[in-house]
């Protein structure tokens, strides 16, 4: 058999990448920094350091090119990674297209998303400097199983305050968090003063991710044993995501083939960093990869919002950070891909795309399902409704390549496994699930309330 018959890519143990690659090393242009919330002034590690470890505060600024995996960290990696590659033979025959695709599977990880590539290394970073307690939000819930699973392998506690319209569409998710050990609450909740103030306001409020990250905030900053964590967005965060296109590589090469376009969903960007960031020293090298974000048309950050600084959350508790944004206290609606609502971008990825590295496009609800039903149906994994945003657009890159005769390389990020986001598909399947797209005027109004820097 030769390798082009091949339908998996599997690599030994011992190609675990050793190092993470950090980005920072080969940016054309440099992040701007992240300014202090109530100064305005550059951040400088003081001012992070009640919330973050010091390990993860210089990984945050490190303009190294590769960081050293700690080995406690790449022994746990072993319990699923190399993750494999795929050649998805029965979506290119379901669709009877001339291009090649591929997708790497995350869902292989014990939580069944990439989370868990940074949940590890935060944790671990975190117990080694004396802490005891992380608190954290969550949005689908992915996060915050895959924290409290590190927190246990780690022996800390684990306290996550998870977005409402998420915690009543996936109960199973709480219950995961629970089986790991960890102690999950809606969001907002009555256990914090931000908390306590929005639901005086708006009592039936669906949450957001910004304000659920307020809530872990201000109880993390109130306690001395305790730090925050983040799932995605940070630099850091996207850095220990790098072992998923390190992989990638390998594995392309294992294939005897190169992507012509890498696609990965975009949420606060991390999985997409993950799978993206180590092209981009063959981008810069002149090679015509081309790096595609997928994100929902209800809340489309890269593709209608502005390049500016702005806060994390909704109370304004977080550093001010320059990057793609709706507004600070943009309410997206109840889609589905709860992973993917959030008003904000990671700056690496903003970065990148502001200088033309990156593409990014916004897919409609109705279109993802439809591609995760397909999906299901011809390669036989049920996919997360986030990571069915990149399964969209594969299958349209590749309905292109049909169009125009050409055969591509299409590599594709499959972040997570859908198996309990079944009520999602539910919905869907009964004709419940609404296209939602935000209308100019709504962004206008979002916008209005950026910080002035
Ligand atoms: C959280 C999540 C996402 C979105 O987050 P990013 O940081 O943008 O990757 C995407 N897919 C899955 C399965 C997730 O759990």
Sequence with gaps: MSREDLTKFILPEEKIPKFWYNVQADM????????HPGTKQPLGPADLAPLF???LIEQEVSTERYIEIPKEVR?????????????????EKALDTPCRIYYKYEGVSPVGSHKLNSALPQAFY?????????????????????????CKLFDLECMIYMVRVSYNQKPY????????????????SNL??????????????????AMAISEAVEDAVKREDTHYSLGSVLNHVCLHQTVIGQEVKLQMEMANDYPDVVIGCCGGGSNFAGIALPFIPDKMAGKKVRLLAVEPAACPTLTKGVFAYDFGDVAGFTP???????GHDFTPAGIHAGGLRYHGDSPLVSQLYHDGLFEATAVMQNGVFEAAMLFAQSEGIVPAPESSHAIRAAIDEALKGKEEGVSRAIVFNLSG????????????????????ELSDAQIKASLKNLPIV
């Design 53 to 55: 470890a010091m390990g």
């Design 126 to 150: 975190n117990k080694i400097e004396g802490i005891k307690r992380l608190t954290t939000e969550t949005g689908a819930g992915q996060w915050g199983t895959a924290l409290s699973l590190a």
């Design 320 to 326: 001010l950070l320059k990057m793609y944004t709706l």
């Design 192 to 209: 914090t003063e931000c908390g306590r103030a929005e639901l005086a306001k708006n009592p039936d409020t669906p949450g957001t991710l």
């Design 75 to 91: 022994e746990l990696y072993k319990k699923w990674r190399p993750s494999p590659l795929f050649r998805a033979r029965g979506l």
């Design 417 to 436: 496994h859908g198996h309990l986001d079944l009520n999602a598909y539910d919905n869907y399947l009964t004709g419940h699930t609404e296209d939602v």
């Design 28 to 35: 054309p242009t440099p992040l701007a920094p992240g300014l």
């Design 173 to 188: 998710r709480r219950v995961a968090m629970e089986v790991y050990g960890g102690k999950c609450v809606p969001s907002p």
